[in-house]
């Protein structure tokens, strides 16, 4: 081993303990024990601890109380998937299905976005991390207002942090346009690629809105042939 991996390899052990991530000796490779120091890390007590932290966020989000939506919620809806998703798919807020269940994208545009999912070879329950910028839903289904989605937003950063997707989907003119900072409708911000905590993002239609205007089925198959070329870099 070459003296700069060496101390690459230390740096970056060092940064474990730093950032919490608590490594019991049991679960280190011998040769780390031994002094001997290889390339790679045991992924497994990291990974734990990735879930560990996720659990105690959304049970943080179950109690949340900052915003005057959680008055009116049957259940809030932090999101699911697994950890390290090709796709963390991000819409703007629960509607009346994910409510009553407290999982997100249940409803009728869950499932027409599980049709998008499988037409590049993706499964929810494989690939996918699926959440919204807000974990309550507004009365009526009606946007968030600012202040809600200020509230709400570093639960999302944690949990992007935390669940460490290799692309970004997101959903709608309101998730768009927190995420990539830009105030233009979703017609203009689609057909690009951006960046959301060093994660390549790339915005497209809500399915809803696809489903009550099917004029746009052909933007949102541009939009998911650049998902899967973003995922074939990555």
Known sequence: MSKEKYWKLL????????????????????KVLDGTI????????????RKDRLAILEEQISQCT???????????VPGYGVLNPKVMVIGEGPGAEED????????????????WLSAINLERSKDCFIGNIIKCRPPGNRDPLPEES?????????????????VILTLGRIAAQILTGHVEGIGRLRGKTYSYRGVPLIP???????????????????????LQKALDEA
């Open 11 to 30: 740096d970056d052990f060092e940064d474990l303990l730093t950032y919490q991530h608590r490594v019991p000796h049991e679960g280190l490779p011998k």
């Open 38 to 49: 290889t390339a790679e890390i045991h992924e497994a007590p990291i990974d734990q601890n």
């Open 66 to 76: 900052a915003c005057g939506l959680h008055s009116g919620r049957t259940n809030p």
């Open 100 to 115: 009553k269940s407290g999982l997100p994208f249940v409803g009728r545009a869950g499932k027409y976005l599980d049709k």
């Open 150 to 166: 200020s509230i709400c937003l570093p639960y999302l950063e944690q949990q992007v942090d935390l669940i460490r997707p290799k």
């Open 204 to 226: 497209t239609y809500h399915p809803s809105g696809v489903l009550r205007n099917p004029q746009y089925r052909g933007a949102v198959w541009e939009d998911l042939k650049r």
